[in-house]
């Protein structure tokens, strides 16, 4: 069976990448090309941003009941509604005489191939699929230096042992969304309801990093230097760690009390945020954490521990 990732909330809108194959004949992909997970995650509807995890050969059966090995709480669904196999590349999904059908990139069949990026409605609920770290992350070869340095982050961050978290923007790159969608590890977009979605390419997303991922490693190479977001380790229940960081997403202006979007987990906000704050500030931004940390002006890792600012 998948690994399931349960996320936190409403869903993030990506634009789809999509190519339609009606026959297994038609894999196009290269032999060469090596096989990879595929991610079916939920966009829309009951469980968004839910993540289904399928290993290269790999079939499930997802509907409303626990007949199906992936069961979804959506009326609309039937008890198993269709299957999906991954053959490393690319899913075949197909309709097991469901009472509303299956939609295809759009297109009501009962069985159609799908790429990266490919949506599949059945009941109310809608999916998509992805290649696990289909994206480029930089458009420069990686260096042997800046792998170097890399894996000294990735030292002072620590473990990833469901305590690492992260808070990245996607208004700084639009690979940011596709890259935590192309990870099964759990992220969320931090704003809520249909105000949301309207700020989705724009929105802050909450991660958490899992073991036996690669993303943080993606996420540092393309993101470290270029402000994509900030880290912190936090022991707390997932629930409490989304709701502490949605306390700091608005501030008050002081002289008019207006109230305004406050960017915390751009670095560069957020290093001269830590400058500037109260004792008061400092320790209502450390509940609930063991610590931030972030890119410092020199690109070094700068920190905020509970002892106080470093870096």
């Not at 959506?74 to 939609?103: C, E, K, N």
């Not at 800046?146 to 996607?170: C, T």
């Not at 008050?252 to 400058?275: A, I, M």
Request: proline content about 5%.
């Amino acid at each position: 069976m998948g690994v399931l990732t349960s996320n936190w909330g409403a869903a993030a809108d990506v634009a789809p990448r999509a190519a339609i194959m009606t026959d297994a004949s038609n894999d196009l992909s290269p032999p060469s090309q090596p096989l990879r997970r595929g991610i079916l995650m939920i966009l829309w509807g009951p469980h968004a941003f839910r993540k289904i995890v399928l290993e290269p050969g790999q079939t499930l059966t997802i509907g409303r009941t626990d007949r199906a090995n992936i069961s979804v709480n959506d009326p609309q669904l039937s008890g198993v509604h269709f299957s999906i196999w991954w053959s490393g590349r690319q899913a075949l999904v197909r309709d097991l005489g469901s009472a509303t059908g299956l939609q295809v990139n759009g297109d009501l069949r009962p069985r159609g191939f799908i790429e990266h990026g490919g949506f599949v409605i059945a009941g109310a609920t809608t999916f998509q699929i992805f290649v696990e770290g289909f994206t480029a992350v930089s458009d420069e070869p990686l260096a042997a230096s800046r792998a170097a340095r890399i894996e000294a982050i990735k030292a002072e961050l620590g473990p990833r042992d469901g305590q690492l978290y992260a808070i990245f923007d996607a208004a700084r790159d639009e690979r940011v969304r596709w890259v935590l969608c192309e990870s099964i590890d759990a992220h969320q977009n931090l704003y809520e309801g249909f105000e949301g979605r309207i700020l989705d390419d724009k929105a802050p997303y909450l991660v958490r990093f899992e073991a036996d991922s690669d993303l943080l490693d993606r996420l540092l190479i393309g993101g470290w230097g270029n402000a994509w977001g900030i880290y912190f380790r936090s022991d707390a229940h997932q629930k409490e760690v989304r709701r502490h960081a949605r306390r700091f997403l608005m501030a008050e202006e002081e002289e008019t009390t207006e109230k305004l979007y406050f960017r915390f987990y751009d670095p560069r906000v957020f290093r001269d945020f830590v400058k500037v704050a109260t004792p008061r500030q400092r320790e209502e931004l450390l509940a609930s954490t063991q610590g931030y940390f972030f890119e410092a002006e020199d690109n070094s890792v700068a920190s905020l521990l509970p002892a106080g600012p470093t870096g």
